[in-house]
């Protein structure tokens, strides 16, 4: 599999590409693409939330815990303003920095690597869940949110898409035996597990905000491509 290096570089490449198209088609602002890059670079790492503590772990783990209670506070700052913002910032930030390191050890002492976290219905997942959460939790527009929860699906898709690459021997030109288990959908033995994976989705995505605005800024994008 890929490095933790390789996972950064690429998330933050392809993730500022992305977030830079946006801005280019003037679909939002510089705040909201700078802040894209920073999801979609976190979405980059979060596959791995499943390895176990090693050294490289433990770097993106605690890499992973500052982006994020970085963009929490950056969020927050932009959004609301008082007398004891600054004040409020930091205690916010040190708050989520503490949840998600906790929240990240937890994974890795409880998940077995290459299981159903690194998979592409628990990505998508996590993707509804920055949605529900800037939605419903941080009161920013439903089109801003379903931006955020694109970001960081795709992030975690190049990850996976990178385990894949790195499962193929190009000089013996023969698949690995990790081949198959990083960018996957379903695995057999866990047919019950991905059902009630895939339920979940099914609910998260009928309660979901209203995304029209985004299905018509992602086609925009995609003709003015073409």
């Known amino acids: 599999m890929a490095n933790f290096n390789t996972h950064l570089t690429a998330g933050v490449i392809i993730?500022?590409?992305?977030?830079?198209?946006?801005?280019?088609?003037?679909?939002?602002g510089l705040t909201t693409a700078v802040l894209c890059v920073m999801v979609g670079t976190l979405g980059s790492l979060l596959p791995d939330i499943d390895l176990d503590s090693s050294k490289p772990a433990k770097q993106g783990f605690f890499t992973l815990s500052l982006i994020s209670s970085t963009l929490i506070t950056i969020i927050y700052a932009n959004r609301y303003q008082s007398g004891q913002?600054?004040?409020h910032s930091?205690?916010?930030?040190?708050?989520?920095?503490?949840?998600?390191?906790?929240?990240?050890?937890?994974?890795?002492?409880?998940?077995?690597?290459r299981g159903m976290v690194h998979s592409v219905p628990y990505m998508a997942v996590f993707a509804l869940g920055v949605v529900y959460?800037?939605?419903?939790?941080?009161?920013?527009?439903?089109?801003?949110?379903?931006?955020f929860g694109m970001m960081l699906f795709i992030g975690a898709m190049v990850h996976l898409a990178l385990d894949e690459i790195y499962s193929v021997?190009?000089?013996?030109?023969r698949l690995k035996k990790s081949a198959g288990t990083a960018m996957k959908f379903i695995e057999k033995d866990k047919l019950i597990w991905?059902?009630?994976?895939?339920?979940?989705?099914?609910a998260l995505c009928y309660k979901a905000p209203p995304y029209g605005d985004f299905v018509r800024a992602i086609t925009k994008i995609a003709r003015g491509m073409v």
């Open 15 to 28: 993730s500022s590409t992305v977030a830079g198209l946006g801005f280019y088609f003037q679909l939002y």
């Open 85 to 87: 913002l600054l004040l």
């Open 90 to 113: 930091l205690l916010i930030w040190a708050i989520g920095f503490v949840i998600m390191r906790g929240a990240t050890e937890l994974f890795s002492r409880l998940t077995v690597h």
């Open 133 to 147: 959460g800037a939605f419903y939790g941080l009161k920013l527009t439903a089109f801003v949110s379903w931006i």
């Open 169 to 173: 021997n190009v000089y013996g030109l």
């Open 194 to 202: 991905y059902a009630g994976l895939y339920s979940l989705i099914a």
